[in-house]
């Protein structure tokens, strides 16, 4: 459906950025080194073959055990030439920290909000990094899988029996 | 003796009269609310029993109706709608998200709005049938014509009269 995408990819990134590739069920997907992940991103909505002018889903996968723990995961659409591609970049648990894209899409903004609040991870270059979901108060991030399931940190709770 | 007496009678009917004239602040947060817009309309017509009317102000209001999942950051929020009531008030919880949490066994939903407001009628269902919210007023009457509500019995108990002097009397926090 959209091996161009992944052609042009591999035509301008040469040196190792793009790790691997698939196709499964008419959907492309790349899996990116996570230094070139900016310019991977710049690239595919600049590029005029390309043209992924819509910023379509931000998010991430705790993929404990396995090293890197994190994968960053992001939808790509083209308006114009009507194809997707779906990116992944991995992310270390010793310092997750990964470049943000909101200069190159403005929309990701809440996205990686929302990724930095449940999954811990940091979006270097982000105009307001906090969280969005959760409350400042919140300790630790509630979508990893080592985050008890059930654990609760009410911000309120009256005393039983009491008005 | 006669005090006594006076004093009953006058509680009963005024309570009498406050059930049947219930101003209610629905707060509504999640899917509930579709069930729950069915008890307004007229084939259920909650206006038959004296509770038609939603304000949108808790200072106006004198019945909390919590409808839908309440979220542990939502908390303070509900606590603080609560306060601003006016007193006597009650609050019925609609759903079993809001009695209960519900099946949301999580990081983020309040098992229950009676973890920081006091409430006095669990309406279970998910959502309830409009016949159980109608159901739920009628018991919430009950209660409020012997003057069980949580409210009032604090009314009694730490301030000692059950018919307070001024209609209209909002809590302040700390009490007084």
Known sequence: ?163 | MPLTFYNTKLADAVNWARKYSLFQYPFVTACCGMEFMAVWAPKYDIARFGAEFPRFSPRQSDLLIVVGTITERQGPVLRRIYDQMCEPKWVIAFGVCASTGGFYQNYSVMPGADQVIPVDVYVPGCPPRPEQALDALVLLQERIQRGEGHSQVVLKQERGYEVPLAAIRPTVRGGG
């Open chain 1, 1 to 163: 459906m959209a091996k161009i995408v992944l052609d042009r990819m591999r035509e301008g990134f040469t040196a190792g950025e793009i790790i691997e590739t698939g196709s499964m069920h008419g959907n492309e997907w790349a899996r990116v080194a996570p230094c070139a992940w900016r310019r991977v991103a710049e690239f595919l909505r600049d590029d005029p073959a390309t043209q992924m002018n819509l910023f379509v889903d931000l998010t991430c996968v705790d993929r404990t055990p396995r090293e890197p723990r994190f994968d960053v995961v992001l939808h790509l659409y083209s308006v114009e030439k009507k194809h997707r591609v779906r990116l992944y970049a991995g992310v270390a648990e010793k310092d997750p920290a990964i470049d943000t894209l909101v200069p190159v899409w403005p929309g990701a903004n809440w996205f990686e909000r929302e990724a930095f609040d449940m999954y811990g991870v940091r979006f270097a270059g982000h105009p307001d990094l906090r969280r969005i979901l959760m409350y400042p108060e919140f300790q630790g991030y509630p979508l990893r899988k080592d985050y008890p399931k059930e654990k609760r940190q009410p911000l309120l709770r009256r005393l039983p029996g009491s008005v």
